[in-house]
């Protein structure tokens, strides 16, 4: 049973802006923290953004002041605003449990490719 699905990625040019959408089909969403990771080949999956039940985000050094994440727990989406994109944001970017151990299986992800 798929319980995270992302959305909205694409090709886009350096500095435009892309949305992406995470559908969570989790029992209790509003209970758990959420992030956003990436990944590309070769390297390792990093965390991106995460937002607390909260409402308290946090971002990675490197998407601070361009990225926005936020969530709606009544429709259970976690969303991620992309803005000034840049090439080193290429990664497919995953949805998922901020915390290791209560993380759902791996999505397919959604890949954002940001070229000339």
């Known amino acids: 049973q798929v319980q995270l699905v992302e959305s909205g990625g694409g090709l886009v040019q350096p500095g435009e802006s892309l949305r992406l959408s995470c559908a969570a089909s989790?029992?209790?969403?509003?209970?758990?923290?959420m992030a956003w990771y990436r990944q590309t080949p070769g390297k390792q999956r990093e965390l991106v953004a995460s937002?607390?039940?909260?409402?308290?985000?946090n971002y990675v050094d490197s998407v601070k002041g361009r990225f926005t994440i936020s969530r709606d727990n009544a429709k259970k989406t976690l969303d991620l605003e992309m803005n000034s994109l840049q090439p080193e944001d290429t990664a497919v970017y995953y949805c998922?449990?901020?915390?290791?151990?209560?993380?759902?299986?791996w999505g397919q992800g959604t890949q954002v490719t940001v070229s000339s």
């Open positions: 937002i607390t039940r909260e409402g308290t985000t």
């Open positions: 989790v029992t209790l969403f509003s209970r758990y923290a």
């Open positions: 998922n449990m901020m915390a290791a151990s209560l993380r759902r299986p």
